[in-house]
């Protein structure tokens, strides 16, 4: 955990940072200024001589770091990253519930919980930071950039932990509703037990099987409208992809959904086709004041196509 920037948010953003190894810098005459190890660990992309002259990088105390100052070990420099020109992200961000301690979302698809990637400024942490004035809000869990749905939110770091650990410890129960195909030999309610991974890099995650069951989905089909299914996910663990993952196992893949059964070239940008899944539900015990909280998405199935 970096300590807090030197910087103010710009635009709801957080300043970025990175930080100097614990190493001798004559090992590497590369190392032997600031500027010199800037230039090495940031990507090509990055303008580096330009933004050193323009001071636009700094130090923990806030003064600029200067392009010939000596190399130092274990030294924060922070920055604010120049961003791509994004498409606003259509559909309604709505707040479900807000108090001292979190802000509850219904998420709309496509828009990613946290700065990541190409979608930064397009993200419900830099859109809700800079409107309701909470420059440290943050996600107490995960939701897919295509997912809707609820998504939990601590507004303040202090608050972060306990909510977290919720999560964590899985004393938090999640309700998800899919649209996917109906398949006639297919008995439900069942568990999918498995054991899924995900390997950095790797677009799709997988099942191994014969490994230790580390992904459990209760799945149950609720209707089915136009010969399409409408089901209940209840998740008993939270492994990256494993709702779809495992419906896709079952041979009835989510609708709408670019990675499964086969990873689809869909533009990062292309907004036509939303993913059918929706996270539907949290309940849980708060952590601080002992009370039962449960949030429900006003959102339903199918998703429309969202409207710019």
Same mark, same amino acid.
Request: charged share 25%; proline share 10%.
């Given at each position: 955990?970096?300590?807090r ?60 770091? @200067?392009?010939? /100052? =000596?190399?130092? %070990?274990?030294?924060? +420099?922070?920055? *604010? #990253? !120049? @961003?791509?020109? /994004? =498409?606003?992200? %259509?559909?309604?961000? +709505?707040?479900? *519930? #807000? !108090? ?16 990541r ?14 409107e ?91 209707t ?5 299914g409408h089901?209940?996910l ?18 009835i ?53 969202p409207?710019?």
């Amino acid at each position: 955990m970096p300590p807090r920037s030197p910087l103010p948010p710009r635009s709801g953003l957080s300043a970025a940072w990175v930080r100097t190894p614990d190493r001798d810098p004559l090992a590497d005459a590369r190392w032997s200024t600031m500027g010199g190890w800037l230039q090495q660990r940031l990507p090509e992309h990055v303008d580096v001589a330009a933004m050193l002259s323009d001071q636009r990088f700094v130090h923990q105390d806030g003064t600029p770091v @200067l392009a010939d /100052e =000596p190399y130092r %070990p274990h030294t924060f +420099v922070w920055f *604010h #990253r !120049d @961003l791509r020109a /994004e =498409p606003d992200v %259509p559909g309604e961000l +709505v707040v479900l *519930h #807000r !108090d001292e301690r979190v802000v509850v979302v219904d998420k709309p698809p496509f828009l990613s919980s946290i700065p990541r990637g190409r979608h930064v400024a397009q993200s419900v942490v830099v859109r809700l930071r800079d409107e309701l004035g909470l420059p440290e809000l943050a996600p107490a869990h995960r939701l897919d950039r295509i997912t809707s749905g609820v998504l939990l939110m601590t507004t303040e770091r202090r608050w972060r932990g306990p909510y977290q650990s919720l999560f964590e410890h899985r004393a938090v129960h999640k309700s998800y509703r899919a649209v996917a195909p109906v398949r006639e030999d297919l008995v439900l309610p069942l568990v999918v037990r498995s054991h899924i991974r995900k390997v950095r890099g790797v677009l799709q995650a997988e099942e191994v099987p014969g490994a230790p069951v580390n992904a459990e989905t209760l799945v149950e089909l609720e209707t089915v409208t136009d010969g399409l299914g409408h089901y209940r996910l209840t998740p008993r663990t939270g492994r990256t992809h494993q709702l779809r993952l495992h419906l896709h196992s079952l041979a009835i893949p989510i609708l709408g959904d670019p990675l499964y059964p086969v990873v689809r070239d869909v533009d990062v940008d292309d907004f036509s086709e939303p993913l059918q899944l929706l996270a539907a539900e949290l309940s849980f015990t708060d952590p601080v004041d002992g009370r039962t909280r449960h949030l429900v998405s006003r959102r339903t199935l199918p998703l429309p196509a969202p409207h710019r």
